[in-house]
C-alpha cells in the first residue's frame, strides 16, 4: 500500500452540491493529518487540520477513522472558489516530514 | 510582506547548464523545505533544513545541492540540469521541526529544461 492514497478524479459537481473525498494512509502510527488546498498554477496552503476523530469549519469537515486508516473531506454547498485540487498529507510516526497524497481535483461547474 | 518568496518564478535553460534558485521566509521559522512538483501533479519533498542543518535529503541526485546562508534563505542549486528536472518547485517553511507540520509555501519555480 502507498504511504498516502488518494482518488484523483476529477470531481465534476455543480454548485451547492455536497461532495467528499477520502484518503487512505499506511502508517498506523500517524497521529494528525491534513488537508491543503492547491489551486490552479499556485502554491499549496492548509486547509484543515484532523488530530482526533473529525474537524469542521463552516461547510468542510474532515473525518478520520483509524480502524480503516482513511480520512476524508466533506464539502457542502460547493461554491464555484471550491475548484482547485485538495491533497491529503500524513506525518510519518516521528513526523520529521510530511508525505502529501497526489491530490484530488475538484471541478464546481455553474 | 510576502511570508515565503522564490526567485525566479519561471525558468527556462537548456540541459546541461547550472542554475539557482533562491527562497527566503520572513516568518521567522526555524525549518524550510525544497519541494519538487512533478507534471503529475504529485509534491514529493527533497531536503529539509532546520536551523542552518540539513534533516532530510531524500533519494535526490547530488546534482541538487541546497544551501542555508542562515535560517530565513534556502536555495537550491542544480549542477547539469536534465530534461527530468523540468518541474515546479517549491519551497516551503514551517516554525519547527516536528509537532506543528503546518507548512507555508512560496509561489514556486518553474523549472523547464529544453
Known amino acids: 500500500r502507498k504511504e498516502v492514497e488518494q482518488d484523483p478524479g476529477p470531481f465534476n459537481v455543480p454548485e451547492g452540491a455536497t461532495v467528499a473525498f477520502n484518503c487512505t494512509y499506511s502508517?498506523?502510527?500517524?497521529?494528525?493529518f491534513f488537508w491543503y488546498r492547491q489551486d490552479c498554477r499556485k502554491e499549496p496552503k492548509l486547509l484543515m487540520s484532523?488530530?482526533?476523530s473529525g474537524n469542521e469549519d463552516g461547510r468542510f469537515t474532515a473525518q478520520l477513522n483509524r480502524a480503516s486508516q482513511y480520512i476524508s473531506l466533506l464539502i457542502r454547498d460547493s461554491k464555484l472558489s471550491d475548484s482547485a485540487t485538495y491533497l491529503c498529507v500524513v506525518p510519518p510516526g516521528s513526523a520529521r516530514q510530511l508525505t502529501f497524497g497526489s491530490g484530488t481535483q475538484l471541478t464546481v461547474l455553474p | 510582506d510576502t511570508a515565503v518568496s522564490q526567485t525566479p518564478k519561471y525558468l527556462v535553460t537548456q540541459m546541461g547548464n547550472d542554475k539557482s534558485i533562491k527562497c527566503e521566509q520572513n516568518?521567522?521559522?526555524?525549518?524550510m523545505y525544497w519541494y519538487k512538483q512533478d507534471s503529475k501533479k504529485f509534491l514529493k519533498i527533497m531536503f529539509s533544513y532546520n536551523n542552518k542543518e540539513l534533516i532530510i535529503n531524500e533519494t535526490v541526485p547530488n546534482r541538487f545541492s541546497p544551501k542555508s546562508p542562515d535560517k530565513a534563505h534556502l536555495n537550491l542549486h542544480i549542477n547539469s540540469l536534465e530534461l527530468g528536472d523540468s518541474a515546479v518547485y517549491f519551497c516551503?517553511?514551517?516554525?519547527?521541526?516536528?509537532?506543528?507540520?503546518?507548512?507555508?509555501f512560496g509561489p514556486g519555480t518553474r523549472l523547464t529544461v529544453l
Open positions: 502508517n498506523s502510527a500517524s497521529q494528525s
Open positions: 516568518l521567522g521559522h526555524d525549518t
Open positions: 484532523v488530530y482526533s
Open positions: 516551503a517553511s514551517s516554525p519547527r521541526l516536528a509537532g506543528n507540520p503546518e507548512q507555508f
